[in-house]
């Protein structure tokens, strides 16, 4: 049964792609465009009306680095365009010297947030999350109160343990909760190292159609993937994400399936899972609510 929705609805992780590739160039990270940035684009119009059809307030919309690399261009018009309904998450390359800049750039176009993309499905260079060429930028993003996104699998949980413990102040944020393998069932043993570090306060989850998806698998519900979550990190520091277009389907359907493995929550959990953590992270959506 899909919970009754009492409380508006923010996406923290839907992508946008502009059909203008004059003016926004593709520029993919390693060269490579993922499949589903060239097969299924959605404008920032296309996700606004997908959004109200849904019944989704706002989003933080996250750079896709697949597409556009470290160009945050389209996501800044993005933002810039629907203030009242858009926060903009921006990708640097946090290993270059001018990574600090390039933060302050992206915040005085409007911006939010940082996101540091070392693992996906076209990113096969060696890059690491702990790399100390990287702490300069980690220490900036620090210095002005931002949250850092990060995407990596398990095996790059102890690079992850350095940056929590380097930078206690800096709001990090696991994107899919590094698609743990949950086939087994709860307590979730193969996850083991994942759900240890519930003990950073500074380390909020991205629960996706993914995470969704997957935890449907084996022994495992969706339901009570959730619930293990929730019991090791609160809801106040986990965040729905869509994933949208990324995760194949309407962005109805997408907020659906998670709204359906959210049911047994109470309804202060869906609350802060829906919109009250996202909002936290990211205050620039603390202004105008629209209407869900």
């Known amino acids: 049964m899909t919970a009754t929705r009492t409380f508006d609805i923010v996406d923290i992780h839907p992508h946008v792609i502009s059909d203008d590739t004059s003016r926004f160039p593709l520029a993919p990270l390693t060269g490579e465009q993922s499949a589903w940035s060239r097969e299924r684009p959605v404008t920032r119009q296309g996700l606004l009306a997908a959004m109200d059809e849904a019944g989704i307030a706002q989003a933080a919309l996250v750079q896709a680095s697949t597409c556009y690399g470290h160009d945050n261009s389209y996501v800044a018009d993005a933002v810039a365009a629907e203030p009242r309904r858009f926060a903009g998450v921006f990708s640097v390359d946090v290993l270059d010297a001018g990574a600090p800049a390039a933060i302050d750039h ?22 690491r999350l702990d790399d100390p060429r990287s702490f300069p930028a980690w220490q900036h993003a620090s210095e002005r109160g931002i949250p850092v996104c990060v995407q990596l699998r398990a095996d790059g949980l102890p690079q992850l343990q350095v940056l929590l413990e380097r930078f206690p102040d800096v709001r990090i944020v696991l994107d899919h909760f590094a698609r743990p393998q949950l086939g087994g069932g709860a307590p979730y043993a193969a996850a083991a190292a994942l759900f240890a570090l519930a003990r950073h306060p500074n380390l909020y989850m991205k629960w996706t159609t993914h995470n969704v998806r997957e935890s449907a698998e084996g022994a495992s519900t969706p339901q009570r993937f959730l619930r293990h979550a929730i019991d090791a990190f609160g809801a106040g520091r986990i965040a729905w994400g869509s994933n949208f277009p990324a995760s194949a389907g309407s962005l109805g359907a997408l907020l659906q399936e998670a709204l359906a493995a959210a049911s047994d929550l109470t309804p202060t959990e869906r609350a802060a899972v829906f919109s009250g953590t996202a909002r936290e992270l990211y205050p620039a959506l603390l202004g105008v609510k629209e209407a869900a």
């Not at 499905?121 to 060696?126: E, R, Y």
């Open 106 to 127: 992206w915040l005085a176009q409007g911006l939010s947030g940082l996101r540091v993309f070392i693992s996906g499905h076209t990113t096969a260079h060696n890059a």
